[in-house]
T-cell receptor, first 112, second 114 residues
Framework: GQQVMQIPQYQHVQEGEDFTTYCNSS?????IQWYKQRPGGHPVFLIQ?????EVKKQKRLTFQFGEAKKNSSLHITATQTTDVGTYFC????????????FGQGTTLQVKP | ETGVTQSPTHLIKTRGQQVTLRCSSQ?????VSWYQQALGQGPQFIFQ???????GRGNFPPRFSGLQFPNYSSELNVNALELDDSALYLC?????????????FGPGTRLTVL
């Protein structure tokens, strides 16, 4: 079945350093969404990418969707302690059912 | 907050028992999706309900069943509980069942099966 792989599983950075997490799908995606989950919390929607090669920015966060619509990345510039959490990508296939296939997540720890 | 609520917050059951989890969707949303999140994993899609009909199902056995009511709230029922059913159960509501709609997650129900 369709799989979404995410790397790395964990990342520890010093506050102020950059951070990137990568997401790869075994099949072409209709769109991809990114979520952030704080410890003990639930996934919170960050952004959705739909178009091939799309790049979107939210303050220090930059999201990219690959040209083949099979991979995506999230880059955080100059991390802050408030960025701590687990970041998930979630892809949708072309079946139009709304089913999200989540990656395993990347847990970010930021040392002050 | 997303306006999606779930009850109960926590639940402890024993193997073989049955459980019902509840979800109230955000106002105006007619679609509810259920996910199971095991510790340290990403959420896994269980099924989706759109206007009271099941609209897609993941790789979960038939003992996982659901309902959606006319007010678009939803229930997840799990029969014959197994130890591996211990997880955070998340519901997410969206405006409709189409693939470009954002899904807004509730706080989840933490189920422990002993």
């Amino acid at each position: 079945g369709q799989q979404v792989m995410q790397i790395p599983q964990y990342q520890h950075v010093q506050e102020g350093e950059d951070f990137t997490t990568y997401c790869n799908s075994s099949t072409t995606l209709s769109n991809i969404q990114w979520y952030k989950q704080r410890p003990g919390g639930h996934p919170v929607f960050l952004i959705q990418l739909v178009k091939s090669g799309e790049v979107k920015k939210q303050k220090r966060l930059t999201f990219q969707f690959g040209e083949a619509k099979k991979n995506s990345s999230l880059h955080i510039t100059a991390t802050q302690t408030t960025d701590v959490g687990t970041y998930f990508c979630a892809g949708r296939d072309s079946s139009n059912t709304g089913k999200l296939i989540f990656g395993q997540g990347t847990t970010l720890q930021v040392k002050p | 907050e997303t306006g999606v609520t779930q009850s109960p917050t926590h639940l402890i059951k024993t193997r073989g028992q049955q459980v019902t989890l509840r979800c109230s969707s955000q106002s105006g949303h007619n679609t509810v999706s259920w996910y199971q999140q095991a510790l340290g994993q990403g959420p896994q899609f269980i099924f989706q309900y759109y206007r009271e009909e099941e609209n897609g199902r993941g790789n979960f056995p038939p003992r996982f069943s659901g309902l959606q009511f006319p007010n678009y709230s939803s229930e997840l029922n799990v029969n014959a509980l197994e130890l591996d059913d211990s997880a955070l159960y998340l519901c997410a509501s969206s405006l409709s069942g189409i693939s470009t709609d954002t899904q807004y997650f509730g706080p989840g129900t933490r189920l422990t099966v002993l």
